[in-house]
């Protein structure tokens, strides 16, 4: 290493008198994003699962139609069927959430993100906007990816559903949605908890203890809580001919807002946290 | 104790109002002004205040745990004082607009994705901030790791850790550097280039800010000094101002009449220490001061020398009483600690 190095650049003259830019701060988190591998991995479990259980189920219902029931026939629901998968999606979609936030805690890149972006409003900002759309994207792909896979290996004389059909559409299309939006909740408790073990048993908490609590609980009580879980928002919107036990649903798109509504609470505390905690 | 200097805070102001006019117009510099860090049951950094200039490379030294490196995060917007301020040419960091070009900061080696390679971990902070592509390969070459720009960083060793967290301080070609335990993990030649690295940057006009827990290693480097000891202001100054000033001038005597003589020369005012070898320290009289006083009541020297202490040493006496958690003295043993029992506090 010569020691006549000089450490100067030619950086552009604008240098000091600039701010960091948004666009700027979604790059760099985007960047962040993709170069850990864990990503990928996230990404290909999500696709497994969602386009595995899609195909599972269609080959299973097209080999036993024959045998089901009179009520069972009646019941059955092709677009639901082919979104199953969407529920195992939802916890893998959930950990990508959370290691957008819990691994800059684990690792102390917290403080190389801060120190380049001061603004914690900033960094915050460019977190959500790039989980937003990878997760829109990657959400809507599979959502449909798993409907048409499932559709195509259900063989007749099981019924199919065609997105022309009222309802199946939505299901599809808001199947997606729900998936972004766990997303985001998961991205405000790992906010939140700062921690990776800590968000992951939260959030499953969340989306599948909490349901198993509720239903032990008196029916005076777990009846009008029911509805307001975000397991059963989540298949509210991916069922076209809904049938749930015999608690009441939140309509599919009422659903959607109160899910939007906890994402944002869960968001907006981790970011007023995150403002005020050190780092 | 021979010197319980406590530098006032008088005394730093008075420093940086000379310091300020003999530099130039527009000195770049760090502003700390009585910050505070308070935890749940202890308080970190205590009403802490120091300047650090452009042009030299500034040492910040104390023990571990006395608060440096809360310090350097304070510094760098990372954690917010309970009180007091911390500015960069007069901005808090939060005020810059694009912090890197600004300044830069190594404050641990190992906050890195270990997934994430070099290069990547770079990128992402040049993109946040519009600092070119390019310069991320430049500076990893200048930090010579080029070649493993694309290895993950998991894989890298401590000092290969060190140099990448120093390239990312020096990826926006900022004004201003801070340094935490640079040298920690480095092997010699490594060492030998962060030393250089330092002095090269502040000869370039930076502002370098180092902090070490070893002063050894600040002499070598360093042309001012920050001392602090659990979390309090204990020296700033030149380096050699501080072992001028701060580092214990005492005078060694021996006496066969050494009691008689010790109980004289605390009357008049000195502070003595009687050594494990039998030989008195005095501090607070001078050599021929001693030898008077000796002369006049008729006692026999066989000794009288002054002593100038070691800068690591001045830096322990300094220390000491805010060394955090410090090893048991082992009974007879040789060393700064064993060496006291004074017979008389008369200093302050």
Redesign the interface.
Same mark, same amino acid.
């Given at each position: 290493?010569s020691?006549d190095?000089?450490?100067?650049?030619h950086?552009?003259a604008t240098?000091?008198?600039?701010?960091? %830019?948004t666009r700027?701060?979604v790059?760099?988190?985007w960047?962040?994003l993709r170069?850990? %591998?864990?990503t990928a991995w996230t990404l290909l479990t999500l696709a497994v699962l969602t386009l595995g259980v899609a195909a599972i189920a269609g080959v299973a219902v097209s080999g036993s139609w024959t045998t089901m029931s009179t009520v069972e026939r009646l019941s059955f629901d092709p677009t639901a069927l082919s979104l199953r998968g969407m529920l195992f999606g939802q916890l893998v979609v959930g950990v990508l959430g959370i290691l957008v936030m819990s691994?800059e805690y684990t690792?102390?890149?917290i403080?190389?993100t801060?120190?380049?972006?001061?603004?914690r409003t900033k960094v915050m900002f460019a977190k959500i906007a790039v989980m937003t759309v990878l997760g829109l994207v990657v959400s809507e792909v599979l959502s449909f990816g798993a409907f048409w896979l499932g559709q195509a290996l259900l063989r007749s004389p099981a019924p199919h559903a065609s997105l022309s059909q009222p309802g199946v559409l939505r299901a599809v299309a808001g199947g997606g949605l729900v998936l972004m939006v766990l997303g985001l909740v998961a991205l405000g408790l790992a906010t939140i908890l700062r921690n990776t073990a800590g968000a992951i048993t939260a959030y499953v908490g969340i989306l599948l203890v909490l349901p198993i609590i509720v239903q032990a609980l008196p029916s005076s009580i777990s009846q009008p809580v029911t509805k307001y879980l975000p397991f059963h928002i989540s298949d509210a919107m991916t069922s076209v001919t809904h049938v749930l036990g015999n608690s009441p649903s939140l309509s599919p798109w009422v659903g959607f807002a109160v899910l939007c509504g906890y994402a944002a609470a869960a968001l907006g505390v981790g970011t007023w946290l995150f403002i005020r905690r050190?780092? | 104790m021979i010197v319980t200097t406590r530098v006032d805070q008088t005394f730093i102001h008075h420093r940086r109002r000379v310091t300020l006019a003999a530099g130039h117009e527009g000195d770049r510099m760090i502003e700390v002004r009585g910050i505070t860090k308070r935890y749940k049951d202890t308080t970190a950094v205590s009403d802490l205040s120091f300047d650090v200039h452009e042009g030299v490379v500034t040492g910040f030294l104390g023990p571990n745990g006395s608060g440096k490196s809360t310090t350097m995060?304070m510094i760098?917007?990372?954690?917010?004082p309970d009180e007091g301020t911390a500015t960069i040419d007069g901005v808090a960091?939060?005020g810059?607009?694009?912090?890197?070009?600004?300044?830069g900061?190594l404050?641990?080696a190992?906050?890195?994705?270990?997934?994430?390679?070099a290069f990547?971990?770079l990128?992402?902070?040049a993109?946040?901030?519009?600092?070119?592509r390019s310069?991320v390969s430049?500076v990893l070459e200048?930090v010579?790791l080029r070649e493993v720009a694309q290895r993950r960083v998991g894989k890298f060793s401590l000092g290969m850790g060190q140099r990448l967290g120093i390239a990312?301080a020096?990826l926006?070609?900022p004004p201003t550097l801070l340094f935490d335990e640079p040298i920690n993990g480095l092997d010699p030649e490594g060492i030998l280039?962060v030393r250089?690295?330092l002095k090269?940057?502040a000869l370039?006009g930076r502002t370098v800010f180092v902090s070490s827990h070893l002063m050894s290693e600040m002499a070598l480097t360093a042309d001012q000094l920050v001392v602090i000891g659990r979390g309090r202001l204990i020296s700033a100054g030149s380096v050699s101002d501080f072992i001028a000033e701060s580092s214990g001038q005492f005078v060694r005597v021996r006496s066969p009449q050494g009691d008689g003589l010790a109980a004289l020369l605390v009357q008049r005012g000195a502070h003595v220490v009687r050594e494990s070898d039998g030989s008195f320290s005095v501090s607070g009289l001078d050599a021929p001061a001693i030898g008077t006083i000796a002369g006049e009541a008729g006692l026999h020297l066989h000794e009288l020398s002054p002593q100038m202490a070691s800068l690591e040493e001045a830096f322990m006496e300094l220390t000491r009483d805010s060394v955090e958690y410090r090893g048991h003295d082992v009974a007879g043993a040789s060393g700064v600690d064993a060496r006291t029992t004074p017979l008389t506090e008369t200093r302050k």
């Amino acid at each position: 290493m010569s020691t006549d190095l000089t450490y100067t650049s030619h950086l552009t003259a604008t240098s000091s008198h600039g701010r960091v %830019r948004t666009r700027s701060a979604v790059k760099g988190e985007w960047t962040k994003l993709r170069s850990v %591998r864990s990503t990928a991995w996230t990404l290909l479990t999500l696709a497994v699962l969602t386009l595995g259980v899609a195909a599972i189920a269609g080959v299973a219902v097209s080999g036993s139609w024959t045998t089901m029931s009179t009520v069972e026939r009646l019941s059955f629901d092709p677009t639901a069927l082919s979104l199953r998968g969407m529920l195992f999606g939802q916890l893998v979609v959930g950990v990508l959430g959370i290691l957008v936030m819990s691994a800059e805690y684990t690792t102390g890149t917290i403080r190389s993100t801060l120190m380049a972006v001061s603004s914690r409003t900033k960094v915050m900002f460019a977190k959500i906007a790039v989980m937003t759309v990878l997760g829109l994207v990657v959400s809507e792909v599979l959502s449909f990816g798993a409907f048409w896979l499932g559709q195509a290996l259900l063989r007749s004389p099981a019924p199919h559903a065609s997105l022309s059909q009222p309802g199946v559409l939505r299901a599809v299309a808001g199947g997606g949605l729900v998936l972004m939006v766990l997303g985001l909740v998961a991205l405000g408790l790992a906010t939140i908890l700062r921690n990776t073990a800590g968000a992951i048993t939260a959030y499953v908490g969340i989306l599948l203890v909490l349901p198993i609590i509720v239903q032990a609980l008196p029916s005076s009580i777990s009846q009008p809580v029911t509805k307001y879980l975000p397991f059963h928002i989540s298949d509210a919107m991916t069922s076209v001919t809904h049938v749930l036990g015999n608690s009441p649903s939140l309509s599919p798109w009422v659903g959607f807002a109160v899910l939007c509504g906890y994402a944002a609470a869960a968001l907006g505390v981790g970011t007023w946290l995150f403002i005020r905690r050190d780092a | 104790m021979i010197v319980t200097t406590r530098v006032d805070q008088t005394f730093i102001h008075h420093r940086r109002r000379v310091t300020l006019a003999a530099g130039h117009e527009g000195d770049r510099m760090i502003e700390v002004r009585g910050i505070t860090k308070r935890y749940k049951d202890t308080t970190a950094v205590s009403d802490l205040s120091f300047d650090v200039h452009e042009g030299v490379v500034t040492g910040f030294l104390g023990p571990n745990g006395s608060g440096k490196s809360t310090t350097m995060r304070m510094i760098m917007g990372l954690d917010a004082p309970d009180e007091g301020t911390a500015t960069i040419d007069g901005v808090a960091y939060h005020g810059l607009g694009l912090p890197l070009r600004e300044v830069g900061a190594l404050l641990e080696a190992r906050a890195i994705h270990p997934g994430r390679s070099a290069f990547q971990h770079l990128w992402f902070m040049a993109q946040t901030n519009d600092i070119p592509r390019s310069r991320v390969s430049e500076v990893l070459e200048m930090v010579g790791l080029r070649e493993v720009a694309q290895r993950r960083v998991g894989k890298f060793s401590l000092g290969m850790g060190q140099r990448l967290g120093i390239a990312a301080a020096l990826l926006g070609d900022p004004p201003t550097l801070l340094f935490d335990e640079p040298i920690n993990g480095l092997d010699p030649e490594g060492i030998l280039w962060v030393r250089n690295l330092l002095k090269g940057l502040a000869l370039e006009g930076r502002t370098v800010f180092v902090s070490s827990h070893l002063m050894s290693e600040m002499a070598l480097t360093a042309d001012q000094l920050v001392v602090i000891g659990r979390g309090r202001l204990i020296s700033a100054g030149s380096v050699s101002d501080f072992i001028a000033e701060s580092s214990g001038q005492f005078v060694r005597v021996r006496s066969p009449q050494g009691d008689g003589l010790a109980a004289l020369l605390v009357q008049r005012g000195a502070h003595v220490v009687r050594e494990s070898d039998g030989s008195f320290s005095v501090s607070g009289l001078d050599a021929p001061a001693i030898g008077t006083i000796a002369g006049e009541a008729g006692l026999h020297l066989h000794e009288l020398s002054p002593q100038m202490a070691s800068l690591e040493e001045a830096f322990m006496e300094l220390t000491r009483d805010s060394v955090e958690y410090r090893g048991h003295d082992v009974a007879g043993a040789s060393g700064v600690d064993a060496r006291t029992t004074p017979l008389t506090e008369t200093r302050k």
